[in-house]
């Protein structure tokens, strides 16, 4: 079953750079200000949904070690 946060997530970060792009004032800088807003939100889409995907799928499988004479 899909989950449905990283749906959510991604139409909030789209959000936020349709409003960053629309709300930025006229003047000399615009396009930078919008180019550095628009790269920033990208970059911490793609930081976040790499820590989630390595959450969900781990290259390492966890073990439990077997201290003293413990039985599980």
């Known amino acids: 079953m899909a989950s449905v946060i990283p749906v959510i997530f991604i139409l909030i970060v789209l959000g936020l750079m349709a409003c960053g792009y ?3 004032p006229k003047g000399p800088h615009q396009t930078t200000i919008r180019t550095a807003i628009m790269l920033t939100l990208a970059s911490c889409y793609l ?8 959450q969900l799928h781990p290259l390492i499988t966890p073990y ?5 004479g413990e039985n599980l």
């Open 22 to 24: 629309l709300f930025i």
């Open 47 to 54: 930081m976040w949904m790499v820590t989630y995907m390595a």
């Open 64 to 68: 439990r070690s077997m201290k003293g």
